[in-house]
């Protein structure tokens, strides 16, 4: 089981933990990983993309020119898709495009998350933290801390702390997410470093193990 050190807000280490093997040690799966992170995009496009079939554009009730005689080809609307100004063919209408993964692999996907960011270094455990007041400078101190200033940072912690969740929002690129409701792949893979708590790892390896 991997062990790894647990550090207070400041950056000192205080203690290590024993990670659970089957939640940060499985083998990473790149193709679950993708799959996940096309999962959640495609359920945040909005499918609002709207055309209109000839049936809907404005216009073309009467025959342009009779049937036969004129030497022009024939032709019974001007709101033909051939015509300009027409109906518009196989287009977009408003849909979604969310779809499901299968319970086992979502899960296989967190994990996987889990298991490459703290192969790669960037998983690092607090043995906890919390705000008296929402105060940006508080989180800008620890990044500042852990020397991560310059890059995107996600914070997580067992349940939703509004004062951690106000101080994050304002700075580009940092968030914070509780694991009980919120923890998923794109967020783990899409940030530089993760931080998370203690409490949080317990909470993450009783859902996962």
Same mark, same amino acid.
């Given at each position: 089981?991997?062990?790894?050190?647990?550090?207070?807000?400041?950056?000192?280490?205080?203690?290590?933990?024993?990670?659970?093997?089957?939640?940060?040690?499985?083998?990473?799966?790149?193709?679950?990983?993708?799959?996940?992170?096309?999962?959640? !995009? $495609?359920?945040?496009?909005?499918? @609002? /993309?709207?055309?209109?079939?000839?049936?809907? +554009?404005?216009?073309? #009730?009467?025959?342009?020119?009779?049937?036969?005689?004129?030497?022009?080809?024939?032709?019974?609307?001007?709101?033909?898709?051939?015509?300009?100004?027409?109906?518009?063919?196989?287009?977009?209408?408003?849909?979604?495009?969310?779809?499901?993964?299968?319970?086992?692999?979502?899960? !296989? $996907?967190?994990?996987?998350?889990? @298991? /490459?960011?703290?192969?790669?270094?960037?998983? +690092?455990?607090?043995? #906890?933290?919390?705000?008296?007041?929402?105060?940006?400078?508080?989180?800008?101190?620890?990044?500042?801390?852990?020397?991560?200033?310059?890059?995107?940072?996600?914070?997580?912690?067992?349940?939703?702390?509004?004062?951690?969740?106000?101080?994050?929002?304002?700075?580009?690129?940092?968030? $914070?997410?509780?694991?009980?409701?919120?923890?998923?792949?794109?967020?783990?893979?899409?940030?530089?470093?993760?931080?998370?708590?203690?409490?949080?790892?317990?909470?993450?390896?009783?859902?996962?193990?």
């Amino acid at each position: 089981m991997p062990i790894v050190a647990v550090y207070d807000i400041t950056g000192a280490k205080t203690s290590e933990l024993e990670l659970n093997d089957s939640v940060f040690g499985v083998d990473v799966n790149e193709a679950v990983l993708h799959q996940a992170v096309v999962m959640q !995009l $495609a359920s945040q496009r909005l499918g @609002t /993309a709207s055309t209109k079939t000839r049936g809907f +554009v404005r216009g073309g #009730g009467k025959k342009p020119w009779k049937q036969k005689g004129t030497g022009r080809a024939r032709a019974g609307s001007i709101r033909s898709p051939l015509w300009v100004g027409g109906g518009t063919v196989f287009g977009p209408h408003p849909r979604s495009y969310a779809f499901r993964m299968p319970r086992k692999q979502r899960r !296989l $996907a967190i994990k996987s998350a889990l @298991t /490459a960011k703290l192969q790669d270094g960037e998983l +690092v455990v607090l043995d #906890g933290i919390n705000f008296d007041a929402p105060k940006t400078k508080s989180v800008l101190k620890l990044m500042s801390d852990f020397n991560v200033s310059n890059k995107k940072v996600l914070i997580v912690t067992a349940e939703m702390l509004e004062n951690v969740e106000k101080s994050a929002r304002n700075i580009p690129g940092v968030k $914070a997410i509780p694991a009980s409701s919120s923890l998923n792949v794109y967020d783990l893979l899409y940030h530089d470093k993760v931080f998370v708590t203690k409490d949080a790892i317990t909470r993450i390896e009783e859902v996962l193990a």
